[in-house]
């Protein structure tokens, strides 16, 4: 897996980066109040920083993930580098009254986990055994959300010929004897067969008419 990251033709270390994120349309909305030349509808991902800061870049996180970037998602929308995850702990309501005395400011109440990284915390709403289980895998966008393998379309079933197509259908006596359809003979193989019995016969019947040969003795 790659160590960097490529975004808007510049190199990134994994290693400084906290998260990726998807921009949202209220991101948009903001940056294309900036004024025309900003562009904003290029911008797809928001990349965050271990020192703090941000910049948006114009690849999508598909682009990153062909990059061979391994991806985890802690968030819907929010990514964090596989080698950057140190471990995964429970966040409980202790720790939010801890970190909202230490902040100044209100955390919200549906984060279930806290993602330590070498970046810096990150929260999560997920259970810890759910991001465990994608740190185990690397991040696919083919997946649909909380899904393990790709839905495949189902192959139709190829069932076996008939080997005697031209034949009607086995009545209903043959079905109960247990005669098969693809067993019953064709008419050349039932010539066939009246033909071999016909020459089995011939053959019997000509070893029998002929004489017996005398055996001869050995010389005294």
Known sequence: MSEYLNANGKLIALSDIKRIGEVTPEERESLAKLGPRVQ???????????????????ESIRDFVDQNVNLVQV???????????????????????????????????????????????????????????RMGRPYNP?????????????????????ANQDKPAPTQDEIEQGVRFDEVPTENQQSMAVRRDDVMAQVSSDSKTKAPQPSRSPEQ
């Open 142 to 162: 083919d997946l649909s959300e909380g899904a393990d393998q790709p839905q495949q379309k189902a192959r139709p079933v190829q069932r076996p010929q008939a």
């Open 40 to 58: 904003a509808d290029r911008f797809f991902t928001r990349i965050e920083y271990a020192k703090g800061g941000k910049s948006y870049a114009t």
């Open 75 to 133: 968030e819907e929308g929010a990514f964090v580098p596989r080698s950057n995850i140190k471990f995964v702990s429970e966040f409980t309501e202790d720790d939010r009254i801890r970190m909202e005395n230490r902040n100044g400011r209100e955390v919200r109440a549906d984060f279930k986990s806290g993602v330590n990284t070498t970046a810096g915390r990150v929260l999560s709403t997920l259970e810890p055994k759910v991001i465990m289980q």
